[in-house]
Each structure stands twice: as C-alpha cells, then as structure tokens.
C-alpha cells in the first residue's frame, strides 16, 4: 500500500514537470532559452520596465523587484497607480533592489524569470533557479512599446495586449477629434537650474507625437529616445502653442513646485514663455506618464485631452 | 613643501602687489568674458545696453542680469573662498594633500543634504545650501571634538586622520543611501557633482558677508601661519599662542567652506589645486599665498564655470565635473615642477 502510495506521489510531482510545454526564445543576449508557454510563476526582476507592464498584461506575477517609495516602505513604482497592485504577502513577493536577494527568489520557486541588462544579479545564479530571460532595455534595442509585444509574446497574453492597444488608439483617436494637432506643443521641466528635455518626454510626449503634434526644434531635433540637461538661456525656444510642464506627484510634489523650480532655474520664467503668458501652460503629475504602461497611457491621454479642450486659444484666431 | 622658494618670492612687496593687481584685472577680463558668453550667443553690444540700461521685459537683459551675473559673482565668492580654504588647511596641517575637505566638511555637507531628502523627500532639495552649510558646520565641530578625545589632543595629524576617518564614514552611508533609494539620489546627483546653476543673487546675499568676514580674518591671520606652517616649536618661539590660532584658523575655514558648499556643493580639486599654484608662485610666505589663492581661485572657477557653460552649448556640464577635469593635470603638473 505504501509502495502504490509513493509511486503516486512521484507520477504527480514528475507530471506536474513535464505539464509546462515550452518554447525556445533567444533573449538580447542572444542565449537560447526553453522557456514555459504559459508560465505561471513568473519573477520580474525590474519593477517599472517589468512588473508593471506584466501585471497589466495579466501574466502571473508573483515576484518582482521593488525600491523604496516616498514614506521608506518598499514598493513596486508606480504599480498602484497604474495596476492596483503593489507587493502583498502570498501574491507578489518583494525581491529587493539592485541586486535582488537571489535566496529570496529561489525561495518562491518561480517558474520563469524575466530580468534586464540593468539587473545585477547574476544570470548564471539566476538560471539555475528557473529559465531566465535578460531584456536590454538600456541601449535602445527596441522602443519602450516595442517591449509589450516581447513580454505578451513569451508570456502567452497576446489577446490582452491587443485589447489594450485598441483601447490607446480609440483615445488618440478622441484627442485629434478634440484638439487642433497642427498647434505646437512642449514638454520639460526644470530641475537643478536647468531645463529637463526628453524626445519624447514619456507618456506626455508618445501621446502628442502619435495624435501628430509638432515640438519645437529645441526638441524635435534630438535623437529619439534621448533627454538633455539644457542651459536656461534656451528657454523661450521650448515655448509653444501649448506647453506640458510636470511635477513629482509621487514625491508629494504639487504643481507649485513646478512653478518654483522654474522661478529657481529662471526668474521671471513665466514673462519669456508666450504659453504661460496666456494662461496655456499645464501642469501636470509625472509618474502616470513616467512608465511604459497602457494605463499610464490612458490616464495621460484623458488628462492632455482635457486640458486642451479647455484652453484658450482665441488670442490665437 | 613650505620651505620651497616660488618663482616670485625674492621680488620686492610692490611687485608682488602690482602682479595682484594684474590677477584682479585677469579677473575682471574673465568675468566679461563670463556674461559675454552662454548657451545663447548674444551679440557685445546687447550685453553692454543690458549691463548699463536694463530692459525688464528684454530675454536677453534677463539672461544677464538673472542667469549670467549672479553665476559669475557666485564664482568668484566661491573660488576665492575654497582657495583661501584649502591654503590655511595646507598651513595649519603642514600637509601638502589637505584641502577643505580634509575636515569631513564636504562629505558632512554631502551627508546632510542627501540624508534630509531621503528623510522629508526632494521638497527639502530648495534648502539644500542651508542643509549644506549645517552639515559641514556639525561635521567640523564633531572631527574636533573626537580629535580632542585623542591621546594629545587636536594636533594635526589627528585633526587628518579624524577627518579622514569621518568623511569614509560619512560617504560609505551616502553610498547605502544611494543603493537603498536611487530615486532621491537622482535629484541630487547635480548638486553633488557641485554646480553653480540655478542659485540666485539672494542666496549670494546671505552667503557672501561671512565669507568676506572669514576671508578677510584669513588675511589677518595670514602673517602667523607662516610660522605655523615651519612647525609649533617655531611659531612658539616666536610667541605665538599655536592653539588658539589653530582654533581661529579651523573657524575661518570652517565659514569659508561651509558657505562655499552652500553656494556651489561639493566642488572639489579648487582647495587643493589652487594654493599650489599660489606656492608655485610667491614662496611659503602665507601673507602672500592666502590672497593669491583668493584671486587665482576666483580667476579658475570664473573659468571653469565658462567652460562648463560653453562646452557643448546649450547643454551645461557640471561645473564641478570640469573644475576635476582641468584640476587633476594642472596639480600634477604642479607636483612635476615641484619636484624637478
């Protein structure tokens, strides 16, 4: 009776092993990797890159990389703004930060790990715990939107991604129905007595170029996906129809301290700015538009469709 | 190294002041030179109507009076302060390596600010040249106090070694700051790096009376260093009370540097670099050295910070990042000449 016993438990064990079908994928370092079709214990190792757009997804994630947020406490950034979900016992478990706590995860037996070229945990540790997959997301192999399509194809979640791409293009679909596209835009913020540039400037800047906005050659001009610390004196040459001006929000940061960090970086910054002038300077919390995220996306999109439809444009006509 | 002659030192005092003069005119040249150039090319004559009949509502007027002025007086206050700095701490530790920093004021200014932002968030960023200035202020005071506690009291070398000891304290928990929560890091990685961006004339107006107040008790300390810099036994035997003018001297540098930092951050290799080169030139005798670091200090960081502006227009480099770059070859050039 204990031998059948035994022999059962064993037929369980060895067939809950070779239940998950796998696939060869080749990561960014060119390794080739058998990973599960439909993994369901996945590790993320970046919380921003990773998490986020896995939790929004669908995909199972029951691991991921965190750092510390505005009150000290560990966090997935921006994950609960942009998904609901933050780290909590049993259903996604902290791994730490750079480097994550390799005997944590092995802890969690995960069956797939998804990690990037910024991650320091070694991936000859990392592939002994479960398969591993290391994305670049530093040197620009592909554009940050690019990276969904990588993730929904390993992890299985194809329809999911369809679904929220459609739901991006019916709300670019609304911006250019509600504003005039052929107006110039801007995005920064100031910092450290200088102008923050970004082509394109997160979500903000993706949404206004796919409507069909134009930036001002200040911007317009830098390589894409690349970010300057401009001097101030380039001030009046990020001026437009319309600027977007952002701020901390995470950080408990308010729009005032946008206008603060102008005023610090440029006294009297308002008067050389045509936009703010006439009262078409928005301001607007960053970290919904920081992530590569659908939802981020969305919130981004209703809130630049919003301030459009509501500005003043007739000194312009 | 103190007993070394400069290339002027056996001159007449009326050259010496006519060669301080001609830096002072070096100065003036550098700081036209500093708001006559920028990120926007502006044609001289825009600059001098700026300068002589102000136009509130002319960017260009702005970009001189708002942007370039206060940046190139800020230079000047800060050069002149960390030289003067890095000279008396060379004078009253006799080491050729100290500089403002050897007392742990950098690193404390470094820990406090970054300790603040993690603990109240980038909000406290606005405060950081006051934040800056307690940290260096408390840093200095705690060196002394455990160089005290030490078996012979706050000499020299255990003036060095405490601060040594304190600034890789205080960086090793700026490093797990940084580890823990590279966010706030990110927010104050300019300021660390020491920058003269986006600091406002009024900031200069609380900062620069002390450190005029401090630079001019270093020139009337100047004389008495001299012969602290040839050793106590000497300067005893020549009636100086050695104690009492350390503590005067470590006050003055403490202002000097604490207010510097208040202004700029960090800026390294200015107090190392710059005495050196006023050594180079008139000799040991401090009378001479403390205003010539003053002068040549303020002469480098009106350069530096052109450079840092100019460099690869309109994006700014840190200016602490080049004053690294041009510091590290001219001090080892200086230490190739000094020991031919």
Not at chain 1, 135 to 143: E, F, L, N, Y
Not at chain 1, 150 to 157: E, F, K, M, R, S
Not at chain 2, 102 to 124: E, I, Y
């Amino acid at each position: 009776m204990i031998k059948f016993l035994f022999a059962g438990v064993l037929l369980l064990a060895a067939g809950s092993v070779v239940a998950q079908e796998t696939q060869s994928f080749t990561d960014d370092l060119g390794r080739q990797v058998a990973v599960p079709v439909a993994p369901q214990r996945i590790a993320a190792l970046h919380d921003i890159e990773l998490t986020v757009p896995l939790l929004e997804l669908g995909a199972p994630v029951i691991a991921s990389h965190a750092r510390p947020g505005a009150d000290g406490a560990q966090t997935i950034r921006s994950s609960l703004l942009l998904t609901g979900q933050d780290l909590a016992p049993g259903q996604i478990a902290d791994l730490g930060n750079n480097p994550i706590d390799i005997e944590a995860l092995a802890a969690l037996e995960p069956d797939l790990i998804i990690t990037t070229v910024w991650q320091k945990a070694p991936v000859e540790q990392l592939e002994l715990i479960a398969p591993t997959i290391v994305i670049d997301t530093q040197s620009g192999v592909r554009d940050d939107y690019a990276l969904y399509d990588l993730l929904a194809g390993i992890t299985g979640t194809g329809d999911r991604l369809a679904t929220l791409k459609a739901r991006y293009q019916a709300q670019i679909e609304q911006l250019r129905r509600v504003a005039d596209v052929n107006r110039t835009v801007s995005t920064f913020h100031a910092q450290n007595g200088k102008l923050s540039v970004w082509n394109p400037y997160g979500a903000f800047g993706k949404i206004l170029l796919d409507a069909g906005f134009s930036f001002p050659p200040v911007i317009a001009d830098m390589a894409a996906g690349t970010s300057e610390q401009l001097s101030a004196e380039v001030l009046p040459e990020l001026d437009a129809d319309v600027i977007f001006v952002s701020y901390r929000g995470d950080e408990g940061q308010t729009p005032a301290d946008a206008h603060a960090e102008l005023e610090t970086t440029l006294p009297g910054y308002c008067a050389q700015l045509v936009a703010c002038q006439q009262g078409r300077m928005v301001l607007l919390p960053r970290e919904e538009g920081w992530a590569t995220s659908y939802t981020g996306l969305t919130m981004v999109a209703y809130a630049i469709t919003t301030a459009l439809g509501s500005l003043d444009f007739r000194s312009f006509n | 190294m103190t007993q070394a002659a400069g290339l002027l030192a056996r001159r007449s005092g009326s050259l010496m002041a006519l060669l301080l003069m001609a830096l002072a005119g070096a100065i003036c040249l550098l700081f036209a030179l500093h708001i006559a150039v920028g990120a926007k090319p502006l044609p001289l004559g825009t600059v001098i109507e700026a300068l002589l009949a102000r136009d509130p509502k002319a960017f260009d007027h702005s970009i001189i009076w708002d942007l370039r002025l206060p940046r190139a007086l800020i230079a000047i206050t800060v050069g002149a302060a960390l030289a003067v700095s890095g000279a008396l701490m060379q004078g009253v530790t006799r080491n050729p390596l100290a500089d403002p920093g050897l007392l742990g004021l950098m690193a404390g200014a470094s820990f406090a600010v970054v300790m603040t932002s993690l603990v109240f968030g980038p909000a406290m960023t606005n405060w950081a040249p006051w934040i800056a200035a307690l940290g260096a202020f408390v840093t200095a005071l705690a060196v002394y106090a455990v160089a005290h506690w030490t078996p012979g009291g706050p000499t020299p070398l255990t003036l060095t070694l405490t601060g040594a000891v304190i600034s890789a304290f205080l960086a090793a928990l700026v490093s797990i700051v940084h580890l823990l929560n590279e966010d706030s890091f990110d927010n104050l990685r300019v300021w660390l790096s020491g920058s003269l961006s986006g600091r406002s004339l009024e900031t200069l107006g609380v900062t620069a009376p002390p450190i005029i107040v401090a630079l001019l008790l270093g020139l009337a300390l100047a004389p008495r260093v001299t012969a602290l810099a040839m050793g106590d036994d000497v300067a005893k035997g020549l009636g100086i009370k050695t104690g009492q003018l350390k503590l005067q001297l470590l006050v003055v540098v403490v202002v000097l540097t604490s207010s510097a930092v208040a202004l700029a951050g960090p800026l390294g290799f200015v107090g190392l670099v710059i005495p050196h080169v006023a050594r180079l030139l008139v000799g040991s005798d401090y009378r001479w050295i403390v205003p010539f670091s003053a002068l040549i200090g303020a002469a480098f960081l009106l350069g530096t910070d052109t450079l840092a502006r100019i460099a690869i227009p309109p994006r700014e480099i840190s200016t602490g990042i080049i004053t690294a770059m041009v510091g590290a070859p001219v001090f080892i050039q200086l230490v190739r000449m000094r020991a031919r």
